[in-house]
């Protein structure tokens, strides 16, 4: 069964980083593209960054874009979301995200969220 | 930025069926994921690839896209059908992903 376990959400202040982590099981991890996935507590979902199953691919949502870091660790099973700059509009519950599609099969343009997520808080 | 429309909400009797809309421009052209989300749980992968239902999805749950609007149809509505349903879909201009807003589903 796939699991995917995100850590490391915390209340931060504006202005202030954080590291997400996200640790996974149940699936070869080295064989799919992975994302974060966000959600304001009782508002919609966003789609927030992607990372190639080789790193070689990043993209990121405009809201994000060079402030927040998408990496990975194969050998780890490893995602890892680095946001700097935090603001208010930030605050979300984070949810990683498994590309239903594999590095040996033509893209699926989907992706399965699993697990409760990490919430970040960004208040002053 | 690319958006994706629903419908705030949508009402259906049990045993009735809900057909919830997504529309945006020639997103017929596009591939469409649909998610299911119950309340206090993360979303759940029900429709991908316009029509195709993950394993363990019901048959009663079905998607269809063409034009500028994608639909997903829930026959036989249930109690656990309740929830928030929300489309997404690929953007190759942008290389990014985008979610309608989500529509409400009430089973009553």
């Known amino acids: 069964e796939v699991n995917l376990v995100a850590s490391g959400g915390a209340d931060v202040q504006p202005g202030g980083s954080l590291r997400l982590s996200c640790a996974t099981s149940g699936f070869t991890f080295e064989d799919h593209t992975m994302h974060w996935v966000r959600q304001v507590p009782g508002k919609g979902l966003q789609w927030v960054s992607l990372i190639s199953w080789d790193s070689e691919t990043t993209q990121y949502a405009d809201s994000v874009r060079g402030r927040f870091t998408i990496s990975r660790d194969n050998s780890m099973k490893s995602l890892h979301l680095q946001m700097n700059s935090l603001r208010s509009e930030d605050t979300a519950i984070y949810y990683c995200?498994?590309?239903?599609?594999?590095?040996?099969?033509?893209?699926?343009?989907?992706?399965?969220?699993r697990g409760q997520g990490t919430m970040v808080t960004v208040s002053s | 930025s690319y958006e994706l429309t629903q419908p705030p909400s949508v009402s259906v009797s049990p045993g009735q069926t809900a057909r919830i809309t997504c529309s945006g421009d020639e997103l017929g052209r596009k591939h469409i994921s649909w998610y299911h989300q119950r309340p206090g749980q993360s979303p759940v992968l029900i429709i991908y690839?316009?029509?195709v239902r993950p394993s363990g999805i019901a048959e009663r749950i079905s998607g269809s896209n063409s034009g500028n609007t994608a639909t997903l149809t829930v026959s036989a509505t249930q109690a656990i059908d309740d929830g928030d349903y929300y489309c997404l879909m690929w953007d190759s201009r942008t290389a990014g992903y985008f979610f309608g807003g989500g529509t409400k589903v009430t089973v009553l």
């Open positions: 690839q316009d029509t």
């Open positions: 995200a498994k590309d239903k599609g594999s590095r040996i099969q033509p893209p699926l343009y989907t992706f399965d969220i």
